[in-house]
């Protein structure tokens, strides 16, 4: 009977490790990213959000048009913008920290614009508030500090 129990108990254990695994996954890619619809169009969206964010004090290092980049290859795509957004303070912090490198391969933060299937025009970006709680520390204040100095920059183009 005791034998008996602690099997149950072990199965009951690995079902819910095994379940707990399939549940994060299926809900992970829909928490990574965040993705709101514009109230102005395509061009205007871009320019305001690199507008915004100059007027906040970061830098715009580039702006990506992928969809002509693509188009290149032979791709016929709806248009997609990446625009790279630069603190220099908070970039300065983290590159400074030999340890907090470690993150630079996610900077400069980027915001991009696209038009979906239904031609709303969608501002989509990484949710680094949630990545940044992975690396504690310095790391997760500054990347926290990105996250809402981002998220006020695109609020700007939001309904």
Not at 35 to 46: A, P, Q, R
Not at 89 to 104: E, M
């Amino acid at each position: 009977m005791k034998m008996k129990f602690i099997l149950t108990g072990a199965a009951g254990f690995v079902a819910g490790i095994i379940l707990t695994g399939i549940i994060g996954i299926s809900v992970a890619p829909g928490m990574m990213i965040n993705e709101n619809e514009s109230i102005y169009s395509f061009d205007e969206t871009v320019e305001r959000i690199q507008a915004e964010a100059i007027e906040a004090g970061w830098k715009v290092p580039a702006v990506h048009e992928i969809d002509n980049s693509v188009a290149s290859g032979g791709f016929d795509v709806a248009p997609v913008t990446v625009i790279e957004l630069c603190k220099v303070d908070l970039a300065g912090n983290i590159l400074s920290d030999g340890d907090s490198r470690v993150v630079s391969s996610m900077m400069p933060c980027r915001v991009a614009v696209y038009i979906d299937d239904d031609g709303k025009v969608i501002v989509s970006r990484m949710n680094t508030g949630l990545v940044s709680k992975l690396f504690g520390g310095d790391i997760a204040a500054i990347m926290a500090d990105a996250t809402d100095e981002t998220e006020q920059i695109v609020n700007s183009v939001l309904n």
